[in-house]
Each structure stands twice: as C-alpha cells, then as structure tokens.
C-alpha cells in the first residue's frame, strides 16, 4: 500500500514537471518584460527629471529643440567673434565704473579730443577779449565822433582799430603851450595810442609823436608820465577822451612848451624809446610812490 501511494506521488511530479514548458517560460519572461518595462518608465521619467536640470540652450545642450534656436548662439559667445571695444578715453569708458569713473571720463573727454579740448580754452578766451576791446573801442570812436568841442579828433593808422593816431586841438587858452601853438602855426598835438589785447582792462601806451614838447610830464621818445596810464592805475572805467582830457591838463600843469632850440627841435621822438623811458619811470614810481623822485633817480 505504501508502495502505491509512492508511486502515484511520483506519477504526479512527473506529470507536473512534463508539462508544457512554454507555459512556464512565458509566465517567466512576462514577468520578465513587465519588471523591465518598469524599470524603463521610471529610467524616462528620471532621465527627463535629469534633463530639465541643465539650462536650456546652452553650448552641450544636445536635445533636437535646443539645436535649432539657442544652441546657435554658442560661436557669437566666443572671442573672436565679439565686437570691438571702444578705445580707451571713448565715450564707452566713460559708461564704465562707478560715478567717480563716469564723472572723470566725461570731463576728460574722448581721448585726444579731450586735450584737443583743453588747448580751445585759450583760443576761446582770447577770441571774447577780441570781441570786448572790439566793441569797446567802436563805443569810443562814436562817442569821439559825437564831441560837439571838436576836443580831439581820432585816424586810424593802417585802418587798424586797435591803433589810433589821437589829434590833440585844444589846451588850457591861457597857458604859455597855447601860446606856443599859436606863434608856431601848430594846429595839434599828435600822439599815438596802441589798445593791447585785454584793454579796457589794461592801459593802451601813448606817447607823444609832434611837436617835440619839453616838460608838462613828456619825457624822452615822447613818453609821458601819468599814473593813470599805468597798470596799477588804470581803471576799465576810463574812456580815451577822459585820458586825453587828463593828459592836457597835465601839459599845463607841468609847464609843458614846444621844443625851439635848433636841431632839437626837429629831432622826432621814437616808439623804442618811449617804452624804454616808461618801463624805467613805472619801475622808479613803483619803488617811491607817485611822488617827486630823488634827483639821483632822475
């Protein structure tokens, strides 16, 4: 009896295990398939996790999208193909660093523009000192031309306005110089004055040109010596026919009288000279004042 539950006990092992193996393979390999397929699903999800990490459009970016628009804008990036830069000093340095930066860049200006720049100024500045003496000096010739006394009257010499030959008419009738100019048929008394470039805030140099005049403040060359007519005494207030005004009352002041001594008297007086005897007596009346200098002076 043992023996035949044995036997049946092993019929029905073999009959299990000669079953259908495609049975068991496909039951196997299905498994196999759907453990696959899920580890594939979860490898596609995390891959595309992955691949929205890494910035879009960027140099390594291999995806088809990204290839097309972005990803060629990588040879733009390198240096070789970036623009030039401006050059140092140019108005894109001046954009450059913080305000301090900006600030000096634009007050520097544009490299050698800049100190193209720097070298106007002077010309400006001289160009409106121009145009000051200019307008300055038309002003006086107007208001000369408008004197009812017929005082002085003005020629331009070499029809240049910052050069006048002055003709002096008229002094005090009662002096001894009056008297001169009478007997001697002497119509005027003919000076010279030069306007310089920054008048009417400095002096213009007269001096005496016709007749030769001894004493009255007329020194040698025909310089004259008035304090007015001096830097430090000069003011811008002071017009030509205030000068000449003063320069007449001078004359009487001083005794001034027509030289008549033979061949003096016709000796002309000289430009050279008469700046050399005014920088001498300014430099004299620096030291003492305007005052009678000591006679070892002169």
Not at 34 to 46: E, P
Not at 115 to 131: D, E, F
Request: glycine share 12%; hydrophobic share 35%; charged share 25%.
């Amino acid at each position: 009896m043992a023996t035949l539950l044995r036997k049946i006990g092993l019929i029905r092992l073999h009959n299990r295990d000669t079953e259908d193996p495609k049975h068991h393979h496909n039951h196997r390999g299905g498994g196999g398939q759907q453990s696959a397929s899920l580890r594939g699903k979860g490898g596609a999800k995390s891959g595309g996790h992955k691949q929205q990490q890494h910035p879009p459009g960027g140099a390594g970016d291999a995806s088809p999208g990204s290839g097309k628009g972005k990803g060629k804008r990588a040879p733009e990036l390198a240096p070789r193909d970036k623009p030039p830069q401006p050059a140092a000093g140019a108005a894109g340095a001046a954009g450059s660093g913080g305000p301090r930066e900006r600030a000096a860049g634009a007050r520097a200006g544009p490299g050698p523009a800049g100190a193209a720049g720097g070298s106007l100024v002077p010309a400006a500045r001289q160009q409106h000192c121009a145009q000051v003496r200019s307008r300055r000096l038309m002003k006086e010739l107007q208001d000369i031309a408008r004197l009812s006394d017929r005082f002085i009257s003005v020629e331009l010499v070499d029809d240049s306005l910052f050069d006048w030959n002055v003709k002096l008419h008229q002094v005090d009738k009662d002096s001894v110089l009056w008297q001169d100019m009478k007997e001697t048929n002497t119509e005027f008394i003919l000076l010279n004055l030069t306007f310089p470039d920054n008048f009417p805030f400095s002096p213009p140099f007269m001096r005496v040109l016709s007749p030769r005049l001894e004493n009255g403040y007329v020194l040698d060359g025909g310089a004259i010596c008035m304090e007015l007519l001096t830097p430090r005494g000069w003011s811008s207030a002071y017009t030509v026919e205030a000068v000449m005004r003063q320069f007449a009352a001078s004359l009487v002041k001083g005794q001034g009288r027509i030289c008549r001594k033979a061949g003096k008297s016709k000796k002309s007086f000289s430009r050279k000279e008469a700046e050399a005897t005014f920088k001498s007596l300014v430099k004299t009346h620096e030291k003492y004042g305007w005052v009678t200098p000591p006679v070892s002076d002169g």
